[in-house]
Nanobody, 128 residues
Framework: QVQLVESGGGLVQAGGSLRLSCAAS????????MGWFRQAPGKEREFVAA????????YYADSVKGRFTISRDNAKNTVYLQMNSLKPEDTAVYYC?????????????????????WGQGTQVTVSS
């Protein structure tokens, strides 16, 4: 199994930056695709970014392209989300997720159902 713990959330002004971290347990991490999702009050959980098991492929929601960067360090069992040029609409609880099943279609990484394990979430608040 994989256990995930997010950190790095906080309160920032619009235009500022934050880097979220997700620490994973187990030896499975190195072969797991990873994703970031977010959920704002009153809204469904939505896809933010994903990265393949070896970091060779990344995927982003249109709303964050050019502003957010997902990366991973398998030696540290950690995935990151660098968030720049933050906007008030980025305010949400951000969740880290891991997929350990074989991936046959990368589009599955854009849906919550594509993941097997989830972290507890970390709050990101962007003030205007």
């Amino acid at each position: 199994q994989v256990q995930l713990v997010e950190s790095g959330g906080g309160l920032v002004q619009a235009g500022g930056s934050l880097r979220l971290s997700c620490a994973a347990s187990g030896r499975t991490f190195s072969s797991a695709a990873m994703g970031w999702f977010r959920q704002a009050p009153g809204k469904e959980r939505e896809f933010v970014a994903a990265i393949s098991w070896n970091g060779g492929s990344t995927y982003y929601a249109d709303s964050v392209k050019g502003r957010f960067t997902i990366s991973r360090d398998n030696a540290k069992n950690t995935v990151y989300l660098q968030m720049n040029s933050l906007k008030p609409e980025d305010t949400a609880v951000y969740y880290c997720a891991a997929r350990v099943r074989a991936l046959i279609d990368s589009r599955r990484l854009t849906a919550t159902q594509g993941y097997d394990y989830w972290g507890q979430g970390t709050q990101v608040t962007v003030s205007s």
